[in-house]
Each structure stands twice: as C-alpha cells, then as structure tokens.
C-alpha cells in the first residue's frame, strides 16, 4: 500500500494479528515455518518502520543498523524478549512491545500438565501400552510420587508463578516461593504461600517449577549444586527459558536418580539436539515449547503484538512497552 508504513513480519501468526497489520501497513510476512535465517532477516527489515518478530529472533545493534535510521519499532510476539537487546534499541529511542498477561493462565496450565505428566508418567505409560508391553495390571508398574498434597517450590513469583500457586492450591499441596523480591502480604496469603531463600525452598519441595526471565542471573540458575540440593523424589518442571536450568547436569542427575524426574518446555539450544542426553532419558519429558499454544492466547498475544506494532509506526505509545524509559527522554 503506497504511503503506508512498511513493516516486516517475521513469521505468519493468528488472523486476530494480520488482519489489522495488512490493512493499515505496507507489510512482508515470512511465510516458511521455520524463522528467517539472519541473512535475510536482515535484508527484510531494511528501510522499515516497524518488524513484528519472535522469541527466535535475535535484535540487537546489528539487526537495528540493517533496518535503518527510520525505524520506530519491535513488537515481540512474546511476553519473554530475552531476544532483544533492551539497552541497544532504548538507546536508540525504539520501543520495544511484548504481549503480558494474556498468555498467564495458558502458560500455567501447561506448566501444571508437565509437572503432572512427569510425577504420573504418561509418556512412560503411552509409550508402553504402543509398544505392546501391556500384559496385566501390575503392583509395581510406573509408580510415581502423589501430586495432591505435596509441596511445590515456585521459583519466580511473577503472574505465572502465582497462577502456578492458584493450582496447587487446587491440589491441597504447600506452596513455597522464592523471588529476588519477596512479595507483598498480600499476596503471600492469598496464595497461602511462604518465601524461602533457593537453598531452603529446594531441598523441602517434591515439585520445583520455574518461572523467572532469562538474565544474566538467572542463566544457569539450576546448575549441578542446585540440582544436588533437590529430593531425589523431586521432579523439575521448566516453562521459563532453556538456558535457566544446566541441560548437562540435568541429565547427570536424571541417569543417576538424584532427581526423580522433569517436564521440560523449554531447551537449551531450541530445538533440542536429537543427541542431547536428555532425549535418551524416559524420566525426562520434553515439548516443543509450546506453553502458549491454545488457539485462543495464541490469538490475542497476536492482537496485542500488532497493536504495539501499529501504535509504533503511528509515532503513539505502545500499549505495552519493555522500556517505557524511552517515552521519558521528550
Ligand atoms: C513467551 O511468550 O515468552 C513464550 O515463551 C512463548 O509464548
């Protein structure tokens, strides 16, 4: 469309999403299933007024140069934006989006799922009724640890983790939490949730849920001292970022039982090298990242990256900014 705002979308995304970017926007979308290498990411974003990209893609000074001086902003398709280098488009005056809150209860949902799928065994279970194993009713066969009434340690007390807490209130079990910030009274006893520092709240929980942003602090978080301080009954459960839990260590303390099990969302790399020992491990359950994915957040995520897209090429605030500081500087 002459005269329009010309925008990169950098992967087909829901309807509720397009639908007002293609009105209002001379726009390219990517349409192959896998993510523009960077090559041709950055040929795309050259000369545009605003890119609508994903967790997959990487912003940073190089992919800001390529765009060019005229660009007004980056709408993540993604609450998380561990992808963007905040200081770098901040300094540039770009605002950036991202898409909180809709996608809580989807996320905690899922959460909930692995953490019950991993403590239950289901893939275990499936797999075997699949491969014929399936003789008789048996005592012994796949036993897990009770979800109801165990303990759960919530590390990131954020909406997710809080939704988390909602349902293992649900379960009857104790909830535990730790966060660089201790939360409100408040909301320490809506959730009937108690804070401990890591090295108490592990040790003490049968489930260890994370939900804390990718940092520099938080890289590696779970690492082989942590993960040593865990029961050996303990299942871990990640829908927070790969990188956040040590990938090698977690599998050296899966294959060794000093951890009982874990539901992973997340990987680090992503995908998951189908040589990575923790493909191997039956006791290690693994999806696609795929937290986010009902049809009805995966729609309204789209609805608020387009509204934080469009607001940006219009020169008007986005409705949900990761550096607000950047409306600060006029
Ligand atoms: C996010 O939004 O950060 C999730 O990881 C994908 O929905």
Known sequence: MAGSPKVFVARRIPED???PILAACDAR?????????????LEAIRGCDGVLTLLTDKVDDEF??????????????????DNIDVPAVTRRGIPAGNTPGVLTETTADLAFAL?????????????????????????LLLLGPDVHGATIGIVGFGRIGQAMAKRARGFGMTVLYHDVHRAD?????????????????????????????????????????????MKPTAVLVNTSRGPVVDGAALATALKAGTIFAAGLDVTDPEPIPMDHPL???????????????SRATRGKMAEMAAAN????????RLPTPVNPEVYDRA
């Open 17 to 19: 999403g397009i639908e």
């Open 29 to 41: 979308v990517w349409e192959d299933d896998l993510p523009p290498p960077r090559a041709a990411l």
């Open 64 to 81: 800001l140069d390529a765009a060019g001086a005229q660009l007004k902003v980056v709408s993540n398709y993604a609450v998380g934006f």
């Open 115 to 139: 953490l019950m799928a991993a403590a239950r065994r289901l893939p275990e279970g499936d797999r075997y009724v699949r491969a014929g194993n399936w003789k008789t009713w048996g005592p």
């Open 185 to 229: 009274a408040a909301v320490e006893a809506e959730h009937d949730a108690t804070f401990l520092p890591l090295e108490e709240l592990l040790p003490r929980s049968d489930f260890v849920t994370l939900h804390v942003n990718l940092t520099d602090q938080t890289k590696g978080l779970m690492n082989a001292e942590k993960l040593g301080w």
């Open 279 to 293: 493909v191997g491990l039956d006791n290690c359950l693994i999806v696609p990242h795929i937290a986010s994915a």
């Open 309 to 316: 897209l469009l607001a940006g090429v219009r020169g008007e």
